[in-house]
């Protein structure tokens, strides 16, 4: 960090005196005319001692009397070339030196109706324009221009825009709004509640759907379970039929996602609020659909128990698993043939700790004591017909997936082959 951003560094610092050289702010033919200086002096080196305390600018356009108020308005006293220097360093977009190149900046933003000036401008001295300082060093630094728009999240879930160097804001009001780029993240919108106060740890259950399928009846069997010894905080990345259940079992649900909110960053913040918030002692995450929460997870210090129900030859990008067995502190599979799938794709996983071949278990359905219709005369004859009413019955629904890891031991004797999907 220069001494212009860095108030315990040495104002003329060769470091210093370099950065303002390669930045192209000093233009020493110039400043040498301007300061009157002989040609074998050394121009950075008087600009950062001694110049720039005199106005004297560093290059031409260049415009100290403008820049410095709204430099020391955010904490950056000193040379204003220097501060430029730093700042530029954060950016390769070419940044305002003067009025007229920061005007033009302002009048875009503006034109977008989305920054609000009124509260941007109670962060600043008297005087100074909202939008202009926000051009000049605001955004760079991450301020908010509002309540509508995070200049730092917005890059970092536009990876591309932060590659090619672009205003963020700008990006939003002229190109990112009409192709609906978040603009703030989903954090900001979710309801976080309290917990209740009654001493049980704290677990963190993640859930990638609330459908009524396999993996989310599950983990609602888990939840119910588990919530007899913690308080269950569960995170809902995408909704369904279940919610309801989920918020019976749970103490608190948050969420739900929708599809377009499954990216890192915001995964990210979630993440920090949670483990802020709630503290867990650990997490559940039920699914690799859930590989985005690991990692940030486990930088925050929370173990996570990854319970793994697909196979890595079909899932796609196989990265997502990564995620996960770089990551999750127990790696948990339903079968050894999931597993031996994963162990062909990643074989340095057979030697890792904390990976367990689990069967499933029973998993009672979700629907409450009550709803279910008894059957009737027609259903029954068809289910048990005349002479079958002691018969081994096996109701199919849906799909019946290899990978979970079924068996039949009960009579009648499976068929020639032994059991397996059909």
């Not at 051009?135 to 890059?155: K, T």
């Not at 209740?196 to 704290?202: H, I, N, Q, S």
């Not at 918030?277 to 997490?283: E, I």
Request: charged fraction near 20%.
């Amino acid at each position: 960090m220069s001494a212009a951003l860095d108030p315990a560094a040495s104002p003329s610092s060769a470091e210093d005196a370099a950065l303002l050289r390669e930045s192209g702010v000093l233009d020493e033919l110039f400043y040498r005319a301007e300061a009157d200086l002989p040609e074998m002096a050394d121009a950075a080196g008087h600009y950062l001692s001694t110049g720039w305390r005199l106005g004297l600018e560093p290059g031409p356009g260049f415009s100290s009397d403008f820049l410095r108020p709204y430099y020391s308005a955010s904490g950056h006293d000193g040379p204003p070339g220097l501060v430029w220097a730093e700042l530029s360093l954060m950016t390769p977009s070419p940044l305002p030196r003067n009025p007229a190149e920061a005007q033009v900046l302002a009048d875009r933003i503006r034109a977008g109706a989305v920054f609000d000036e009124a509260a941007y401008g109670r962060q600043l001295p008297a005087g100074l324009d909202p939008v202009t300082h926000y051009v000049l060093i605001g955004e760079l630094l991450g301020w908010q221009p509002g309540d509508s728009f995070d200049p730092v999240f917005y890059l970092e879930s536009n990876p591309d825009l932060a590659a090619a160097g672009v205003h963020p804001l700008l990006h939003y009001i002229e190109h990112g709004q009409r192709e609906g780029r978040p603009a703030r993240p989903v954090v900001n919108r979710l309801s976080f509640p309290p917990l209740p106060e009654d001493g049980r740890p704290v677990m963190l259950f993640i859930s990638h759907d609330g459908s009524r399928t396999g993996a989310p009846v599950l983990g609602w069997n888990l939840i119910r379970r588990l919530s007899r010894d913690y308080r269950i905080v569960c995170l809902m990345m995408h909704g369904g039929e279940l919610e309801a259940d989920f918020a019976r079992m749970a103490s608190v649900v948050i969420g739900p996602l929708v599809w377009e909110e499954w990216k890192a960053a915001e995964m990210q913040r979630i993440a920090e609020r949670l483990v802020a918030l709630y503290q867990p002692l650990y997490a559940v995450a039920n699914s690799i659909e859930t590989h985005l929460m690991v990692p940030p997870l486990t930088r925050l210090g929370v173990p996570v128990v990854a319970l793994v129900h697909e196979f890595a030859t079909y899932t796609r990008p196989l990265r997502r698993m990564r995620d996960i067995y770089d990551h999750a502190e127990h790696v948990v599979f339903p079968a050894q043939v999931v597993a031996r799938s994963s162990f062909e794709a990643f074989p340095e996983l057979r030697e890792r700790r904390g990976v367990h071949i689990m069967p499933q278990g029973r998993s009672d359905p979700t629907m409450p004591a009550g709803e279910a219709e008894p059957l009737s005369e027609r259903q029954r004859a068809i289910l048990r017909p005349p002479g079958m009413e002691d018969a081994f019955l096996v109701l199919g629904a849906g799909f019946v997936h290899i990978r979970k890891g079924w068996t039949c031991s009960s009579p009648p004797p499976p068929p020639p082959g032994g059991c397996g999907p059909t």
